[in-house]
C-alpha cells in the first residue's frame, strides 16, 4: 500500500525524464559553450554561415555571376557569336523583329540581330566592375571622413559632418543627370557619380562608431603611452570598424548595379553599342519592342533582380553572423522547438 505522499508510478516516471532531459540539455550547452569559447571569432561567423541556407544560395548566384562574367569570353566563342555582332539574316525575322530563343540563339536576340545571351554575360562584367570600384571608392573616403569627424571632433567634426548632411541632401539622380551631362557618359563618370553619393551614408555610420571606439579603454591606454592620433586611429579604431564596413560594402554593391543600370537606361550611363544590363532594357523599351519580344526585357531584369538580392541577403547574413544575439536567440528557438516536439511524441505515444 502507497503512502499518502508517495507519487503515481506514471508521473513519477515522467518527471524523472524530465529531470533527465534537464540534465541531458546542461550538460550539452556546456560542451557547446566550451567549443564555443575554443573557436576565434572568424571560426564562429563561418560556422553560422555554413548553418544558412540563405547565405549559402546568395554565395551560389554570385558566384555563378562572377563566372559568367570572367567567361564572356569563352561563352562568345562558344556561341560563335560577338557582343555587338549583328545577324541580319538569321537573327531577325522575315519582318525585321528578334528572334525567340533558339538552337542557334539560346536566348533570343535583340532588334539588331545580336545574340542576347552575349550580351547578357558581357554586362555582367560591366555591372560588376562598376559596382567593385565604386563601391571600394565609397568605402575608402566614408571611412577616411567618418573616422576622422568622429575621433578629431571640434571644428574638424563640424565641417566634416555638413559636408555628409550636404550631399545627403541632394537629389541624386537629378545631380547625377546634370553632372554626366556637363562631363558626358562614360564608364569612368558612372563609377564618379557612384561614388559621390555613396560615401555620405558610409561616413556617418563610421562616424558613430568611432564616436563610441574613442571613450574605450584601450584609446585611452594608447593615449597615455604617447601614441598619436593617426596611429591610435590606424592601429586601434579601424580594426574595430572592419565588421559594419564589411556588412555596408555588402549592402552597397546592389545599390550600384541599380544606380549603373538606371543610368544606363536614361543614356547617361555606358554608351551603346557597349553590352551593359541598363542598355538592354533600353532597347527593350524602344518603340514597345518588348510586347514582341519580352526575353529582351525578361532576361536582364532578372540578372538585376538575382545579383541585387543576392548581395542584399547575404549582407543581412553577415550582419546576423556578426550578431552573438542573434545565435543566442535562434539557440534557445532550437531547444524550445526540440522540447515541444518530445513532449508531443509522447503524448501520442502514450494516446
Known amino acids: 500500500m502507497t503512502s499518502p505522499n508517495s507519487l503515481d508510478p506514471r508521473v513519477e516516471a515522467e518527471l524523472d525524464e524530465e529531470a533527465e532531459e534537464i540534465e541531458a540539455d546542461a550538460v550539452s550547452g556546456l560542451t557547446r559553450q566550451t567549443a564555443v569559447a575554443a573557436r576565434s571569432p572568424l571560426q564562429l561567423v563561418w560556422s553560422r554561415l555554413r548553418r544558412d541556407k540563405v547565405a549559402i544560395i546568395s554565395v551560389v548566384i554570385i558566384v555563378l555571376v562572377i563566372l559568367a562574367a570572367l567567361m564572356a569570353p569563352l561563352v562568345a566563342a562558344w556561341t560563335g557569336h560577338g557582343p555587338n555582332e549583328q545577324f541580319r539574316e538569321d537573327g531577325l525575322t522575315e519582318f525585321g523583329t528578334p528572334v525567340a530563343p533558339n538552337s542557334q540563339f539560346l536566348l533570343g536576340t535583340d532588334n539588331l540581330g545580336r545574340d542576347v545571351l552575349v550580351r547578357l554575360v558581357y554586362g555582367a562584367q560591366i555591372s560588376l566592375t562598376v559596382a567593385f570600384f565604386a563601391t571600394l571608392g565609397a568605402l575608402g573616403i566614408g571611412t577616411l571622413v567618418g573616422l576622422v569627424a568622429g575621433f578629431m571632433r571640434g571644428p574638424v567634426d563640424t565641417v566634416l559632418t555638413w559636408l555628409m548632411d550636404t550631399t545627403l541632401s541632394l537629389p541624386q539622380l537629378l545631380f547625377a543627370i546634370s553632372l554626366v551631362a556637363l562631363v558626358g557618359p562614360s564608364l569612368a563618370t558612372t563609377i564618379i557619380v557612384i561614388v559621390l553619393f555613396s560615401w555620405a551614408p558610409i561616413a556617418r555610420v563610421v562616424r558613430g562608431q568611432v564616436l563610441s571606439l574613442r571613450e574605450r579603454e584601450f584609446v585611452e591606454a594608447a593615449r597615455s603611452l604617447g601614441a598619436s592620433n593617426w596611429r591610435i586611429m590606424r592601429v586601434d579604431v579601424i580594426p574595430n570598424l572592419l565588421?559594419?564596413?564589411?556588412?555596408?560594402?555588402?549592402?552597397?554593391?546592389?545599390?550600384?548595379?541599380?544606380?549603373?543600370?538606371?543610368?544606363?537606361?536614361?543614356?547617361?550611363?555606358?554608351?551603346?553599342?557597349?553590352?551593359?544590363?541598363?542598355?538592354?532594357?533600353?532597347?527593350?523599351?524602344?518603340?514597345?519592342?518588348?510586347?514582341?519580344a519580352p526575353w529582351l526585357v525578361i532576361f536582364p531584369s532578372a540578372a538585376l533582380l538575382a545579383v541585387t538580392l543576392a548581395f542584399n541577403l547575404l549582407g543581412d547574413s553577415i550582419r546576423d553572423a556578426l550578431d552573438p544575439r542573434q545565435t543566442l536567440f535562434a539557440g534557445r528557438r532550437r531547444l524550445a522547438r526540440r522540447r515541444a516536439a518530445r513532449r508531443a511524441a509522447k503524448k501520442e505515444a502514450k494516446a
Open 243 to 292: 565588421v559594419p564596413i564589411l556588412v555596408y560594402g555588402t549592402l552597397l554593391i546592389p545599390q550600384a548595379i541599380v544606380f549603373e543600370a538606371t543610368l544606363s537606361f536614361l543614356g547617361l550611363g555606358v554608351l551603346p553599342p557597349t553590352a551593359t544590363w541598363g542598355n538592354m532594357l533600353s532597347v527593350a523599351s524602344q518603340g514597345s519592342l518588348y510586347t514582341i
